[in-house]
């Protein structure tokens, strides 16, 4: 069965670098989406990208943060100028069509030190 | 936005016991999603179910989208069964937006 596929697992990082976090989508699916969850808490919504362009962001998603498909098959999520707060798991998630139901990846764990 | 409350917060059961968990939503939803979180931090899709009935296992799930309520049924429990589920709504846009989760420990 496909599945959404992240890289790395678990990243550690000093606070103001930058950071690229990845994702290979399912095949055949066309909006993709950036989600994250700080220890402890529930996922929130970072970002959706659709036909090359973002559709849809949050409040979380800010300057800092920037999202593109550089290849046509990786979607990658990044972080200028990490912080501590950005300390989190990141997730990608895939689907066909808007109205479908969404695959997540495996996750990002992200530690800012 | 849409809110999302799941109830309980928490929950321990013994091996074997059944239980109910709740996920009610303040608008009507375009899609209905229920996740397992494993002790590795992994979201696991359990159903994606928008209104009715699904069954799969031990698990099912109903979707009563007229009165914005979701319950997850889990039947036998087993210890592997531990972790937070988390039930997630699309009201609008692009975006799940997440309840809180359930944290759900099984002992033997």
């Known amino acids: 069965e496909p599945e959404v596929t992240q890289t790395p697992s678990h990243q550690v990082t000093q606070m103001g670098q930058e950071v690229i ?13 950036w989600y994250r969850q ?9 970002v959706s990208f659709y036909n090359n362009e973002i559709s849809e962001k949050s409040e979380i998603f800010d300057d800092q943060f920037s999202v593109e498909r550089p290849d046509g098959s990786n979607f990658t999520l990044k972080i200028r100028s990490t912080k ?30 | 936005g849409i809110q999302v409350e799941q109830s309980p917060p928490d929950l321990i059961l013994q091996e074997g016991a059944n239980s109910t968990l709740r996920c009610n939503f303040s608008d009507s939803v375009n899609n209905l999603q ?15 179910i928008p ?4 069954q799969n296992g031990r698990l099912s799930a109903t979707t009563v989208a ?10 036998s429990s087993q210890t592997t069964d531990s972790g937070v589920y988390f039930c ?21």
């Open chain 2, 66 to 75: 007229t009165e914005r309520y979701s319950l997850l049924y889990i039947s």
């Open chain 1, 21 to 33: 976090l990845r994702c290979v989508p399912i095949s055949n699916h066309l909006y993709f989406y």
């Open chain 2, 51 to 54: 209104s009715g009935t699904k």
């Open chain 2, 34 to 48: 229920w996740f397992h979180q494993n002790p590795w931090g992994q979201l696991i899709n359990l159903f994606y």
């Open chain 1, 38 to 46: 700080i220890l402890g808490q529930k996922v929130e919504f970072l």
């Open chain 1, 84 to 113: 501590l707060e950005d300390s989190a798991m990141y997730f990608c998630a895939t689907v066909p069509g808007q109205d479908n139901e969404q695959f997540f990846g495996p996750g990002t764990r992200l530690t800012v030190l």
């Open chain 2, 88 to 108: 997630a709504v699309r009201h609008s846009g692009y975006a799940l937006n997440f309840g809180k989760g359930t944290s759900l420990l099984v002992t033997p």
